[in-house]
Structures are given as structure tokens and as C-alpha cells.
């Protein structure tokens, strides 16, 4: 049986972890924002060592979200590379009927990469979004354990724990 004598902490490895991990993201820091190989181009990416797990996951989710946003840019290219094939044979003065009797899977340019835009993108950024619930829900159980006072992390839980139960019960895949 589990009684709350048994649950120790020692507090020499904590401090002594507590240190090294300060001294890690203090590294971290100096190392992004001041010895970063290309800092001096304007290019460097921001790691930020003072960034809390929520600032974290709210920089995943936006990065999925920027990332289905560059999907869907790639996809309208796509669907316009048709007509812009169109318009350029057309300017040559070459009849676009020439290639109507191609079956669409003979022809490149129509339904160019339909699979990846309309099967493998949407998938693909389903099982990122379940998965960063997943690891949000996991971190905030296990940080809850020492801190359940924080109003904040006890609330994202509750609403975590919803959107891992809506994924649980309806994510499927597309096909």
C-alpha cells in the first residue's frame, strides 16, 4: 500500500539538478542569442532557454499551423500549374484540346499530387496535433503531482483532457 511517508524527494539531488539545469538554459541562451554560428545574417532561429512548457506547446501548435499553411499554399500552386500550363501553350498558339484525350492519370498536371494534398497532408498533421495533446496531457499529470495549485496548469489540463478524449473518441484517418 502507498502511504505519503513513502514519497521522498531528495533535496541535494534536486538542488544539485536544479543547478545544472539553470546552468544548461543559461548555455542555451548564450548560445542562440550571442555564439549562434549565422547570428550576424539575421537568420538565426530563436531558441529560447526561458521558455516555459506552455510557451513550448503553444509554439508547436502555431509551427502545425504554419505548416498547414505552407501545405495549402503548395496545393493551390498546384491546382494553378494546370492552367498556368494553359495559358503558356496558348500563348505559343498550341490548342490545349491536343491533350483531352489523355486519361488524368496520363496527364502530370492534372490532380498533380491529389494523394499528398488531400490524404497524406491532413493525416499527417492530425497525428502531430493528437500526438502534442498527448505530451501535454502527459507533463501536466505528472507536474500536477508537485504543484497542484497552479490554477493554470490545473485548468489547461481539464481542457487538454477533453481534446485527447474528442481525438480518442472521432480521429480518423483520411482516405
Same mark, same amino acid.
Given at each position: /500500500? ?42 538565426? /532561429? ?26 495549402? /499554399? ?10 498556368? %500550363? ?38 499527417? %498533421? ?5 500526438? %502534442? ?38 480521429? /480518423?484517418?483520411?482516405?
Amino acid at each position: /500500500m502507498f502511504e505519503k511517508a513513502d514519497f521522498k524527494i531528495d533535496e541535494a539531488e534536486l538542488l544539485k539538478l536544479s543547478f545544472e539545469m539553470e546552468k544548461y538554459w543559461n548555455q542555451i541562451d548564450r548560445l542562440n542569442k550571442i555564439e549562434h554560428t549565422f547570428i550576424e545574417s539575421g537568420l538565426a /532561429m530563436k531558441v529560447d532557454g526561458k521558455s516555459n512548457f506552455s510557451e513550448v506547446v503553444a509554439g508547436a501548435h502555431k509551427a502545425v499551423n504554419g505548416i498547414e499553411d505552407l501545405l495549402a /499554399m503548395f496545393h493551390a500552386s498546384d491546382v494553378k500549374l494546370s492552367n498556368d %500550363l494553359a495559358d503558356l501553350l496558348k500563348k505559343k498558339g498550341i490548342d490545349t484540346k491536343v491533350f483531352d484525350d489523355l486519361l488524368y492519370s496520363e496527364n502530370p498536371f492534372s490532380g498533380r499530387n491529389w494523394e499528398l494534398h488531400n490524404l497524406g497532408t491532413p493525416n499527417w %498533421l492530425q497525428r502531430l496535433r493528437i500526438d %502534442l495533446v498527448h505530451i501535454e496531457v502527459k507533463y501536466l499529470e505528472e507536474y500536477l503531482k508537485t504543484n497542484n495549485n497552479d490554477r493554470v496548469a490545473l485548468s489547461r489540463l481539464e481542457e487538454v483532457k477533453e481534446l485527447l478524449k474528442k481525438y480518442a473518441q472521432t480521429a /480518423m484517418h483520411i482516405d
